[in-house]
């Protein structure tokens, strides 16, 4: 489908694929970070999450069935893509993920280093 | 704004927003490297959300659109005569005790016409959502099906 060309390819070298970089949200509470992607047609299986060097590195191959002969293409097949710096403190561990609805919850916990903690303060 | 796509002119419609496109998109791409990592904020203009492909199976009409974080009972969809019609509301919020950091995900009220090339039977109109993918099923009406028609000799 010649609309792929809107969506160019960054990144990807060897992936026939165009490469997209999902939308996100990022929300922090004091016991974790929470990110959320936009992964619309992702089935868990294609997705792959890791976290190295306080990288963290969403990626998730999306093939459309043909439904039939096409009149009209605004999206296809495509590669998600994006990478996060990750602050040091994340008990990698723990981290889970959830895909609902084609939205990725992805949970960072926070190690008991990075949580804020209430500090005594003795009468010297 | 009434997306319309027929088979005869869809390819030079895109081909004319591709070149618009890619020109934009390349220049959002310098802007976003500047501004970041990299990522990129999608915010599609007003009138494009969601995005959607049209195909004919010969005996139906397939609408499918990128719909993440919605469920069936998020997406309205009518027809009327020829002109489909989906629309919903998208609900981005901040989860209770936290604090937003980064907010690319917006809430989004929308509503997307399609000018169908042939005409359907809303009777048998079928929708369902899944992993975020719309699916709109249309079957034809008996006339709009192609046939072959037997040359007698």
Not at chain 2, 95 to 106: F, I, M, N
Request: glycine share 8%; aromatic share 6%; charged share 30%.
């Amino acid at each position: 489908m010649s609309n792929e060309t809107a969506i160019s390819s960054r990144e990807g070298r060897s992936s026939a694929l165009p490469t997209y970089a999902p939308v996100c949200d990022v929300y922090e509470s004091k016991d974790e970070i929470l990110v959320l992607a936009d992964l619309p047609g992702v089935t868990p299986d294609a997705l792959r999450i890791h976290l190295e060097k306080g990288e963290l590195t969403i990626e998730a191959r999306r093939s459309m069935s043909a439904a039939g002969r096409a009149l009209g293409a605004e999206f296809g097949d495509l590669e998600f893509r994006r990478r996060f710096g990750v602050p040091g403190g994340i008990d990698a561990d723990r981290i889970s993920a959830e895909l609902t609805n084609g939205v990725l919850h992805l949970h960072l916990p926070k190690s008991d280093a990075l949580r804020p903690r209430r500090i005594e303060v003795r009468a010297g | 704004m009434t997306t319309r796509w027929t088979t005869d002119r869809a390819r030079r419609a895109f081909s004319d927003f591709d070149e618009m496109f890619s020109s934009l998109e390349a220049f959002r791409q310098l802007m976003d490297r500047a501004y970041d990592d990299g990522a990129r904020a999608e915010r599609g203009a007003v009138g494009s959300w969601p995005r959607a492909n049209l195909a004919d199976s010969g005996t139906a009409l397939v609408l499918t659109a990128e719909v993440p974080g919605l469920s069936d009972k998020d997406v309205n969809i009518t027809l009327n005569q020829d002109v489909l019609t989906v629309s919903g509301e998208r609900k981005t919020s901040v989860p209770e005790g936290y604090t937003a950091y980064r907010q690319e995900r917006g809430s989004i009220k929308f509503s997307r016409s399609f000018s169908l090339p042939c005409r359907v039977d809303g009777e048998k109109a079928t929708a369902a959502v899944k992993n975020g993918i719309l699916t709109v099923t249309l079957e034809k009406v008996p006339d709009a099906v192609p046939r072959q028609i037997a040359v007698t000799g």
